[in-house]
């Protein structure tokens, strides 16, 4: 995987990875929510946070390629008209519970690939500030939805412990 290579399969790729983390996350989520099998829960968030690295690793790729553009605002940053840059993050609730964490999860993951699908589709028309803009988009999403992965699985250690495949009664 190289920045010379063509940033509309990257954007391929990241999408069908966030499309594979939001599923493992939404079948993790249900493994809490029918409080059964917690290990088969954790498993599916392992697999899940793999497919998400692999998804940010082809988000970075492709935003590596647009930086050499003229005129592309730089990476996690938008530009308002006064041209002064303006951070993506927001702050994100960690009231929630591991299977809401996962959902979290989930919709972050679907939002990623919705924007890398959208750069993919930029990048073909030659709109490089607009492919930027969609993957820079399509990063922080991925970037929400590790935190909310992360925090998942803090739950899960503050609940069960090293103990994953203990179940409730």
């Known amino acids: 995987m190289t920045a010379a290579q063509d940033p509309v399969d990257h954007h391929v790729s990241a999408a ?3 499309e594979q983390a939001a599923h493992f996350h939404r079948e993790a989520s ?3 929510q029918i409080g059964k099998d917690y290990g088969h829960a954790a498993h599916q968030a392992i697999t ?3 497919h998400a690295v692999r998804a940010m ?6 935003s590596a390629y647009y930086a050499g553009h003229q005129g592309s605002p730089l990476p996690g940053y938008l530009t308002r008209p006064s041209d002064k840059p303006v951070s993506m993050a927001v702050a994100s609730p960690i009231s929630l519970t591991g299977a809401e964490h996962h959902v979290a999860a989930a919709v972050h ?9 959208k750069a993919g589709t930029h990048r073909s028309a030659e709109h490089y500030i607009r492919a ?23 739950d899960h250690m503050e609940q069960f412990g090293s103990h994953s495949f203990a179940e409730l009664a």
């Open 16 to 18: 069908i990875h966030h």
């Open 30 to 32: 249900r493994h809490y």
């Open 57 to 62: 690793e082809h988000g970075q790729a492709a």
């Open 109 to 117: 993951h679907d939002a990623a690939g919705q924007h890398h699908a």
């Open 132 to 154: 930027n803009h969609e993957t820079n988009n399509g990063i922080d999403h991925g970037k929400h939805a590790l935190f909310h992965g992360d925090q998942a699985a803090t």
């Open 48 to 50: 899940a946070h793999g």
